[in-house]
């Protein structure tokens, strides 16, 4: 670092800007999509063979993250979408919401209440108890079902979890753009105090001795006594030549 970025970051190392904000999905080896503000991992995509997993099963496959939710249409067109990308055939997703017994109603995991809902018509299966209902999500409509958690098995999982948001602080002055800004600054500022000091000077002297400038005032003035003398003189003469 040459020693004038370095006066540059020590006068103004405070100064950081935030040049921008990135979302990271997991890097664990596995495919995580992104989508919003969320990754997305299809578990066991790209095979041939239908496989059947229990909720227990899924959740546990998912494990340090939730199985799937979705707040939203957009998040349920990605889900549809996106399925035809690691499964050869239509199946049905776990989703991660559960029967809460003091709302008395469906909630996701993670304690979010259910907002965007997508049920197909019809009721829940006549045997159902509400405290073994968990739901799976068509991959070829995007219709909800209510099923059970504990006899039903699904063969699809997708797991979820928010994007990691990271700012990129960066301290801006000792970046090579910085530190050229701070010394174009600093020579402008530099001129224009100069030019600011010497306006002031100039001005205060001219309303100290008004009519003459700063060079007049270092005049020697002997010049103005011989000058007097011979306007005198002149005078005399003028005075003698009226004279009758
Ligand atoms: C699904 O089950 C929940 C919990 O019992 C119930 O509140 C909801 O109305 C059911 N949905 C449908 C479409 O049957």
């Known amino acids: ?80 979408k996106y399925s035809p990308e690691v499964w050869k055939n239509n199946v049905n997703i776990w989703l991660g919401m559960y029967f809460d017994t003091n709302s008395d109603g469906m909630r996701w995991f993670g304690e979010r209440p259910v907002g965007f809902r997508n049920w197909e018509g019809g009721s829940s299966p006549p045997d159902l108890v509400p405290l073994d209902t968990c739901v799976a999500l068509h991959s070829n409509t995007g219709k909800w079902e209510n099923v059970s958690c504990v006899d039903q098995t699904e063969n699809g999982v997708v797991c979820e979890t928010d994007q990691i948001v990271t700012f990129l602080r960066e301290p801006f002055l000792c970046s090579p753009q910085g530190s050229s800004l701070l010394l174009s600054a600093l020579v402008i500022v530099s001129v224009v105090v100069i030019m600011g000091v010497s306006a002031v000077i100039w001005f205060v002297h001219q309303k100290k001795s008004p009519g003459s400038t700063m060079l007049t005032a270092f005049e020697y003035h002997p010049p103005f006594r011989v000058l007097d003398e011979d306007r005198s003189c002149l005078v005399e003469a003028e005075e003698t030549d009226s004279a009758p």
């Open 1 to 80: 670092m040459d020693p004038l970025r370095l006066l540059g970051c020590g006068l103004l190392l405070c100064v950081q800007l935030h040049i921008g904000v990135t979302g990271d999905c997991p890097a664990d080896g596995r495919t995580w999509v992104p989508f919003g503000n969320g990754c997305y991992y299809f578990v066991h995509g790209s095979e041939d063979k239908i496989k059947s997993y229990t909720f227990e099963r899924a959740k546990s496959l998912c494990q340090g993250f939730e199985l799937l939710s979705i707040q939203s249409a957009e998040e349920n067109d990605f889900v549809v």
